[in-house]
Nanobody
Framework: QVQLVESGGGLVQAGGSLSLSCAAS????????IAWFRQAPQKEREFVAQ????????SYSPYVQGRFTISGDAAKNAVYLQMNSLKPEDTAVYYC????????????????WGQGTQVTVSS
C-alpha cells in the first residue's frame, strides 16, 4: 500500500508561485495515476491535475490550465505541482492521491490520499 506525504504549502501573494511535493513510500507509482485535488472551506473537493505515471500524460482543470504544472521524478518517487500566477481563489488545502490506471477519474477511484497541505493566496 502506497503512502503519500505532501509538503510545500504556505502563504503567498496573488501573482506569486508555490511548488508542492507529494512523496510516496511503500511502493512506486508505476501503474498508477497521481492527482492533485484541493478543497476550500465550505466547498467540495475538486480535481486540479493528474499525471499518468506510465505514459507521462497529464491533464488539468480548466481553472488551473496554463498556470499549474504537474510533474514526476521517478528517482525520488515523487510528484510535484508547480503553481504560478496564483489567485486568491486558489486558496485551499491541496491533497495528492492515487488511483489505479484505467479507473475512472472520480473521487471514489482514489484509494490513497495524503494528509493535505494548506495554500493561502492573499490579495
Amino acid at each position: 500500500q502506497v503512502q503519500l506525504v505532501e509538503s510545500g504549502g504556505g502563504l503567498v501573494q496573488a501573482g506569486g508561485s508555490l511548488s508542492l511535493s507529494c512523496a510516496a513510500s511503500g511502493r512506486t507509482f508505476s501503474s498508477y495515476v497521481i492527482a492533485w485535488f484541493r478543497q476550500a472551506p465550505q466547498k467540495e473537493r475538486e480535481f486540479v491535475a493528474q499525471l499518468t505515471w506510465s505514459t507521462g500524460s497529464t491533464s488539468y482543470s480548466p481553472y488551473v490550465q496554463g498556470r499549474f504544472t504537474i510533474s514526476g521524478d521517478a528517482a525520488k518517487n515523487a510528484v510535484y505541482l508547480q503553481m504560478n500566477s496564483l489567485k486568491p481563489e486558489d486558496t485551499a488545502v491541496y491533497y495528492c492521491a492515487v488511483r489505479r490506471q484505467f479507473t475512472s477519474n472520480t473521487l471514489l477511484s482514489y484509494n490513497t490520499w495524503g494528509q493535505g497541505t494548506q495554500v493561502t493566496v492573499s490579495s
